[in-house]
């Protein structure tokens, strides 16, 4: 009996003792111990799931070390190197050490770029926001409501973006539906910085005499700055349109050239900011035409997942669909969002 009762002694404490090894742990530059399950990293902040607690979130230049040994993680770095395995706590301030098994590297915390399961973590993979507001464009002198959602699913080597805005006229006698933008996107990253791209695209811009333009891109693109809290990167390849104007003029297949960049900057310190600045550029490879779309996007956290939004937008035709029409629609946009990582 004190055999069995000894075997089941040893059992219950490796049982205990093999559990607590796969405990999360952050360890804070104040000395601070906090026990849970890592979620991910992204843009500088950690996602963390403590011990009988809610989700929180902690800023990397507050974490001496961590440890993150539950599952296999991806891990991207601001050099643009990747690495799977799992995190070990390390004896230098800031540093943690990554392992595989085999191979083990020393990793320091802010050059993190992202970090997430590269398992079954399905949920953890998206990103994305919501939002609405009112706003003043230039084509008209009505109150107008405006709306616009993102998605974002990275998994290896890819990374899908869904989205979705639109702009609507409504008074007490009519509805018009000014402009819309439905966009969705796979790259396709064959080393960490660079990328190919396909992707499809509606827009409608009465303004500009658009009822309906429908999109089809593919190309080659490059993410030449990557730090936790700059991203910038920049895409070249070919388009085909196919055009409706309000005037029901429809056009065969439109060739066209295009290149667009995009740049990202996160402030994570009070206040929380974010700025955009995307600007997209088309040439056709079959009219004398060149056209332009862009935007730039601050936001600003009030609380927690919920910032006040604005965004100055820009399009550019110099041959609009309807002769006549105006060349250029620009708008300010106002709203509140609600973001999920």
Known sequence: ??????????????????????????????????????????????????DDAGDITVQLRR???????????????????????????????????????????????QGISIMYPSGNAFLQRFAGNVGMGYNYTKSSHFGRLNFDGNLTYSYKKELITLDVSAIYTITDTSFSRDNENFYI???????????????L????????????????????????????????????????????????????????????LEFNFFRFTKPKID????????????????????STNVNWEIIKNFKLSLEFYNNY???????GNSKLDYGILFGVSYYFY
């Not at 600007?279 to 779309?293: E, I, K, M, V």
């Not at 035709?317 to 002769?323: G, H």
């Open 185 to 199: 996107k796979n790259n396709y990253y064959f080393t960490p910085t660079w990328f190919a791209t396909v992707f």
């Open 275 to 294: 700025l955009l600045m995307s600007q997209s550029f088309y040439y056709s490879l079959s009219q004398d035409r060149f056209r332009n779309d862009g």
């Open 1 to 50: 009996m004190k055999k069995v009762v000894l075997i089941y002694f040893l059992v219950s404490v490796t049982t205990l003792s093999f559990a607590q090894d796969l405990r999360d742990t952050i360890f804070f530059n104040n000395g601070g111990i906090l026990i849970g399950k890592i979620k991910k990293i992204k843009l500088g902040v950690v996602t963390f799931d403590p």
């Open 317 to 323: 035709d110099s041959k609009p669909p309807v002769e």
């Open 201 to 260: 695209n509606y827009q409608r811009n009465l303004e500009l005499g658009l009822q309906r333009r429908y999109q089809e891109g593919l190309g080659i693109g490059n993410k030449f700055v990557t730090t936790q809290y700059i991203y910038a990167w920049a895409r070249t390849g070919f388009v085909f349109n196919q055009e409706k104007s309000t005037e029901k003029v429809t056009t065969g297949t439109l060739s066209e050239f295009y290149g667009q």
């Open 63 to 109: 974490i001496k070390t961590m440890a993150a040994v539950r599952e296999i993680f991806r891990v991207e770095t601001v050099n643009g190197n990747v690495f799977y395995g799992r995190l070990l706590s390390y004896s230098g301030h800031g540093y943690a050490k990554m392992t595989n098994g085999s191979d083990t590297t020393l990793l320091y915390l």
